[in-house]
């Protein structure tokens, strides 16, 4: 199974990922923050805490 290895926040909305398999790459996430659940991220400083959450291997956003 395909798991999240690092995460690194860049600039704006976008995101470094790395994954177990060794794929990793740049995600824009800018486009895709539509409907009420995502409101909180459109903050970028609230974006930007975004880091891996270890137990689970997804990225995760840290609460304040």
């Not at 909305?13 to 794929?23: L, R, S």
């Not at 409907?35 to 991220?41: C, D, Q, R």
Request: a negative charge.
């Amino acid at each position: 199974m395909v798991s999240v290895k690092s995460v690194k926040y860049l600039q704006g909305y976008k995101i470094w990922v790395e994954f177990n398999d060794g794929d990793a790459g740049e995600i824009d996430l800018e486009g895709a923050l539509h409907g009420p659940v995502f409101e909180p991220l459109k903050d970028v400083a609230y974006f930007r805490q975004a880091t891996l959450d270890p137990e689970l291997e997804t990225v995760h956003q840290s609460v304040l």
